[in-house]
Every structure is written in C-alpha cells, then in structure tokens.
C-alpha cells in the first residue's frame, strides 16, 4: 500500500541547514577520525555509529501508536516521512515536520467513521469504521431495529369521470428523522397488501416506506404511463408532506432522499420513472418486467418499452433481483410471468450507470410476495426454492443497496460485491453480477 493510501501527509521536499548542535556533532567525527578511535552515544549501538546514519532512519522505533523520521548523518532532514510499519484497519499514518534531528513526529490517528472494513470474526466478513475500529455491521436481511408504525392515507387526484385515488400503506420508523423514502410499487393485478413485510423492514433500517395501490388490472387499470405520472404524483405528496409532524408522514420523511423500488410491473414503472423524474436517488427492481402484461399485446404509446430503449436515460444507480425460472413457458395458453426478453437481465444489460444484477436461483416470480398472488400467481410455475429464504436475500439486497445508494454507508457494499454475497453464492443460492462502478 502507498503513503499516499496509508493517509500520509508532508510538505514539500525541505532541507535544514546545519545548527550549532549539528556543526559540533561534525567537529567530534574529525576528532575521532584523526585520533582512529571511536565513541557511541549513549544508548546506541557500535553497528548503528559505524553506518554513521547515512541514510534517513526511522529515530526510534515505532511502537503501537508513534514514531519518527530522524536526520541523516549530514544533518540533512529526509523529505518523505517513514512508512508506515504496518497496515491498520480504519486508521491512517499520519506523519508532521519536526525540528532536526528528529525530523518526522508519525502516529495513526482515526480514519473515517463509516468505512468499509473487515473485522475480525465479521458477519460474512462485512464491517464498518468507528472510532478507529472495524465493527461488524448488522445483517441487512433481518431487521434493523425496533418495529416502526404503520398507517395508512390516500392522494385524490382529479380527471375522469370520478378522478383516481390512491390508497398508501405507509411504514415510518421509531426516531425522529428525518429519514430516507423508499417508494414500493406493487405487481400487475395486485396491490400493496403481497408487499406488506417489505415496509415493515425497511422501516426497522431507518427509512420511511411508502407503498402505494395503483389502479393496475385488467379491467380498468391504468396503462404504464399513466402509472409512471401516478408514481411521479406520490413523489410529488411526499415532499409536500415530508416535514409535517402532523402529518401522514410525521415529519420524519427527507424528501431529498428518495428511492424507488417495486416488483414486477411495479419494478419497470420505478425504472421508468427514474428515466423521467431526477429526484429519484436510486431505483431497485425486484423480478421487473418490461412488457405490458396480459393476454393480449397492447399499444406501444400507451406501454412503452424501457429497456432497452430508454435505459441511457437513467441516471441514478439501478439494482434487479430477479429468477429465471419463469422466462418461458410450454403450451398453447403459454403466457411466461417474466418473459426472457423482458425480464431483470435486460436491464441490467443496458444501464449505463452502476448497476447491479442477483439471480435467485430456484425462484419463480411470485417467491417475492408475502402470499402466493392469488390470481396473478396461477399462471407463474412455482418454484423449487424457499420462498422464505427468497424473501430473506430479497431484503437483504434491497436494503443494503439503499444502504449504499442513499446512505453511503459503504460496509453494505459487502452484501452486494463482496463477502456477504460471494457466501449466499457459495451456498448456491444467487449468481451476481456489478458493472460500472458499483
């Protein structure tokens, strides 16, 4: 590791010249030299008097907290500071000009406090920086802390013959913020209700869930479009009502940090509102699909296609979990719940943007609901997993990724790039992918 990454820091290159103290050292060598004896100063050893200091030296040894950088036998001080005699988690060398002969004053001092680090006997090797100790972090896939409430509101928004309303189940943490959005949008003839243990954990993290109930049937159901202004109309009601402690939102919303999330139909309408809307941080797609549903095709005006035709338009970073096992279908009446061509992957595919990609291996499209989809789940083959261990990964990413996204707490980069994933995938329970700097 260099200087420059152990956090080392010293001026530009210097030279002392030679004090009185240093001009009498030179005077006792040419005694010495022409008498051909020799003398050590106390303390110090015959081999170190011998090499006369020739070259900068560590002045003493380094021991757990400081050291320095001495002057060499000309009495010239040396313009680096001394390494660093190792490397310490969560904390940096930090190195300060001296007076001759002393030179370097060296000692580790805290790093920054929420860094990424691997601590000792960490879970899945995931940890955090505090205080100049790597702490291991919570598994992001169990709760987060205290159950948070739960309530519920409506937006009533005008046209039609009777206008639109919009039911919200919202989930709001213990603590009084304010705190990261999510927006959790529902699959196609569902609503909020399959996605309830989804709000209920995140709001044990710290974040405010917000889940909303389309109008997404077949019979009277809106289009995409309009579901991707219906959703842009949430994220319009959240920042008029994020810091009102009387409230749906209890004050407790920051509407600054707002990610969106969804399933299926649900997970490409966050997408494509994230391609429209800049005030989206973050977008993550739980098995999304990017067609329109249903029997029959629709209109392309009216169901537009993401990706991957609107995918350089995203600009936040984008995160798909989804399964494999529902891509094709057999039989006359085939209708696959995530068709290949439509499915996570492609998404994936064509961000531009960090972007990650799990697969859930064995899982079919209704193992991310609290139920089995009722209606909408009877055309999607079940699948071979746990749908209880699928839901578990599911939130685990999810979290973590926002925990990332939004919080910029980069020990959860574990659960995504790292060792807390690289050990579900050793168990054979996902296969991973990150591009783009994620």
């Known amino acids: 590791m260099s200087e420059k990454q152990l956090g080392i820091e010293w001026s530009n290159q210097w030279t002392r010249p030679l004090g009185s103290g240093a001009a009498m050292g030179l005077a006792a060598l040419f005694v010495l030299a022409c008498s051909g004896g020799s003398e050590t100063a106390p303390g110090q050893s015959d081999t170190n008097a011998a090499s006369g200091g020739a070259a900068g030296t560590t002045g003493g040894e380094v021991g757990g907290s400081s050291g320095s950088g001495g002057a060499s036998g000309s009495g010239q001080c040396p313009t680096s500071p001394p390494a660093a005699p190792s490397d310490e988690a969560c904390s940096d060398w930090s190195c300060a000009e001296s007076e001759s002969p002393q030179c370097w004053d060296c000692e580790w001092v805290a790093g920054d406090d929420g860094s990424a680090c691997v601590p000792p006997g960490g879970a899945d090797g995931a940890g955090a920086c505090s205080e100049g100790s ?11 802390g205290p159950p948070g409430n739960q309530s519920s509101a409506e937006i009533e928004l005008s046209g039609g013959l009777f206008g639109t309303k919009i039911p919200l189940d919202i989930y709001t943490p213990v603590g009084a913020g304010p705190f990261p959005v999510i927006i959790f949008t529902h699959g196609f003839q569902l609503d909020a209700k399959p996605y309830a243990s989804y709000g209920e954990h995140l709001a044990t993290w710290d ?58 139909m649900g997970g490409k309408i966050s997408i494509f509102t994230a391609t429209e809307d800049s005030r989206p941080r973050a977008v993550f797609g739980v098995d999304p699909v990017d067609s329109a ?18 995918m350089n338009k995203l600009m936040v970073p984008i995160g798909v979990v989804g399964e494999t096992l529902n891509g094709t279908c057999d039989g006359v009446a085939c209708m696959p719940c995530a068709p290949e061509a439509d499915n996570f ?60 996204t939004l919080k910029g707490q980069q020990a959860f980069r574990a659960y995504l790039d790292g060792a807390g994933i690289q050990a579900d995938a050793d168990q054979g329970l996902v296969v991973y992918q990150t591009k783009n700097g994620l």
Request: charged share 15%; aromatic share 8%.
């Open 134 to 144: 790597c702490v291991a972090v919570a598994d992001p896939g169990v709760s987060g």
């Open 207 to 264: 974040y405010v869930a917000v889940l909303p109930s389309f109008p997404a049937g077949i019979i009277g159901g809106a289009n995409h479009v309009e579901l991707k202004d219906y959703l842009i109309k949430v994220i319009d009601w959240v920042e008029e009502n994020a810091s009102d402690p009387g409230g749906p939102l209890s004050g407790k919303a920051d509407a600054s940090q707002i990610g969106l999330a969804g399933h299926s």
């Open 293 to 310: 549903g249903g029997p029959v095709p629709m209109p392309e005006a009216d169901y537009p296609s993401v990706t991957p035709e609107r």
């Open 345 to 404: 992957q492609q998404y994936f595919q064509h961000a531009a943007g960090p972007a990650l990609e799990i697969e859930i291996i064995g899982a079919n499209h209704m193992s991310f609901l609290d139920s089995d989809g009722g209606l909408a789940g009877m055309f999607c083959p079940k699948g071979t997993d746990d749908v209880n261990t699928t839901r578990y990964l599911t939130k685990r990413y999810l979290t973590a990724f926002f925990n990332l």
